[in-house]
T-cell receptor, first 112, second 114 residues
Framework: DQQVKQNSPSLSVQEGRISILNCDYT??????FLWYKKYPAEGPTFLIS?????DKNEDGRFTVFLNKSAKHLSLHIVPSQPGDSAVYFC???????????FGTGTRLKVLA | DTAVSQTPKYLVTQMGNDKSIKCEQN?????MYWYKQDSKKFLKIMFS???????INETVPNRFSPKSPDKAHLNLHINSLELGDSAVYFC?????????????FGPGTRLTVL
């Protein structure tokens, strides 16, 4: 039972345009959501997070939106740059459980 | 300055052998984790330790035994290796007081069982 799903395995975007990566979850107990970026042969690195008490969090070119009623979150990257090409994982957790559930990742390719 | 380090980076071994993967973090975090990323790229939590105490064990076979000698180290020992154990294993650490629930990952150990 995959509680966190990223239904798009890959996405290609032109440099300078917006990249939108989507993530759906099923467990209503999740109250904190994170996005990680992963380059080949490296571990995931934290990108941005959002608490369930918010519906938007912004950090530079990265914005995460949370729609709790739809159990959906998205990561927007504007403008996209070639260096953003990587696999993006969304993850969810319930505060205090120390348990993170990861999606299967979306491979983003930003074309120069 | 490597925040979370793992050794070895690559491990190739025969079925039935016993092997260990070491993990160290120099971030002063109190919680450490082991994850397994299989061939389908699922990143799945295996174990979580908080202040050297096991707090999560996610239906992992008994052949896998984590050991935390101190808060900075969480090693993974695997007995009687099987073909299905081939995967990339990631160690991670976190501290509640730092950027709320953010985890720092090591570079991964690619284990290949022949």
């Amino acid at each position: 039972d995959q509680q966190v799903k990223q239904n798009s395995p890959s996405l290609s975007v032109q440099e300078g345009r917006i990249s939108i990566l989507n993530c759906d979850y099923t467990n209503s107990m999740f109250d904190y959501f994170l996005w990680y970026k992963k380059y080949p042969a490296e571990g995931p690195t934290f990108l941005i997070s959002i608490s369930s008490i918010k519906d938007k969090n912004e950090d530079g070119r990265f914005t995460v939106f949370l729609n709790k009623s739809a159990k959906h979150l998205s990561l927007h990257i504007v403008p996209s740059q070639p260096g953003d090409s990587a696999v993006y994982f969304c993850a969810a957790t319930t505060s205090g459980t120390y348990k993170y559930i990861f999606g299967t990742g979306t491979r983003l390719k930003v074309l120069a | 300055d490597t925040a979370v380090s793992q050794t070895p980076k690559y491990l190739v071994t025969q079925m039935g052998n016993d092997k260990s993967i070491k993990c160290e973090q120099n971030l002063g975090h109190d919680t450490m984790y082991w994850y397994k990323q299989d061939s389908k790229k699922f990143l799945k939590i295996m174990f979580s330790y908080n202040n050297k105490e096991l707090i999560i064990n996610e239906t992992v076979p008994n052949r896998f035994s984590p050991k935390s000698p101190d808060k900075a180290h969480l090693n993974l020992h695997i007995n009687s290796l099987e073909l299905g154990d081939s995967a990339v294993y990631f160690c991670a650490s976190s501290a509640k007081l730092q950027r709320d629930w953010e985890q720092f990952f090591g570079p991964g150990t690619r284990l290949t069982v022949l």
